[in-house]
T-cell receptor, first 115, second 114 residues
Framework: KAGVTQTPRYLIKTRGQQVTLSCSPI?????VSWYQQTPGQGLQFLFE???????NKGNFPGRFSGRQFSNSRSEMNVSTLELGDSALYLC??????????????FGNGTRLTVT | AQSVTQLDSQVPVFEEAPVELRCNYS??????LFWYVQYPNQGLQLLLK??????LVKGINGFEAEFNKSQTSFHLRKPSVHISDTAEYFC????????????FGKGTHLIIQP
């Protein structure tokens, strides 16, 4: 079974631009969660989608948004990029709501650098 | 609200020695607990999980962890480490049936010295 696939692997953007990251979950998984990982803040929860609905949202500004498609693939978008948005963005999928009793399966992440 | 504290940001250990990575959590409701490992330039991989039942849980790669409700701890142990265990380890908690999502600790960097 293929794992969680995130594209692109690396991305360099300029301040003020916007970016879209993509995540394909494990086949059969209906929940997709997004996390931001930085050296200073560690892993921070962005949001979770389940059956195309946002079920949970972390404490991030409205510049961060996401969506999930009917095939469970998910995208996250960051508008008006800031230098502080430079991070590793991790996507994780699970059968059910992430964390409850359905462990998360992570992709290898997208490394976003904002210059 | 739930929180996780990993007391050590870095733990150096000699190869074949035992290791314990400490994790304490805070939650007002029942919890599910997890340990994840992250190798360089990769995502996180589940090591083990505690959902209910026996407080001693065994995971992959020879790791085990013990859930201690009275001390609100979930420490990770391995009796003999290998150079390949060098990685970042994250403790995480999901409380209230997962309604608040998964909260991660800051991570512990395990450094294996030959």
């Amino acid at each position: 079974k293929a794992g969680v696939t995130q594209t692109p692997r690396y991305l360099i953007k300029t301040r003020g631009q916007q970016v879209t990251l993509s995540c394909s979950p494990i086949s059969g998984h209906r929940s997709v969660s997004w996390y931001q990982q930085t050296p200073g803040q560690g892993l921070q929860f962005l949001f979770e989608y389940f059956s195309e609905t946002q079920r949970n949202k972390g404490n991030f500004p409205g510049r961060f948004s996401g969506r999930q498609f009917s095939n469970s693939r998910s995208e996250m978008n960051v508008s008006t990029l800031e230098l502080g948005d430079s991070a590793l963005y991790l996507c994780a999928s699970s059968l059910d709501r992430g964390g409850a009793n359905s462990p998360l399966h992570f992709g290898n992440g997208t490394r976003l650098t904002v210059t | 609200a739930q929180s996780v504290t990993q007391l050590d940001s870095q733990v150096p250990v000699f190869e074949e020695a035992p290791v314990e990575l400490r994790c304490n959590y805070s939650s007002s409701v029942s919890v599910y607990l997890f340990w994840y490992v992250q190798y360089p330039n990769q995502g996180l991989q589940l090591l083990l999980k505690y959902l209910s039942g026996s407080t001693l849980v065994k995971g992959i790669n020879g790791f085990e962890a013990e859930f201690n409700k009275s001390q609100t701890s979930f420490h990770l142990r391995k009796p003999s480490v290998h150079i390949s265990d060098t990685a970042e380890y994250f403790c995480s908690v999901s409380a209230g049936g997962g309604a608040d999502g998964l909260t991660f600790g800051k991570g512990t960097h395990l450094i294996i010295q030959p």
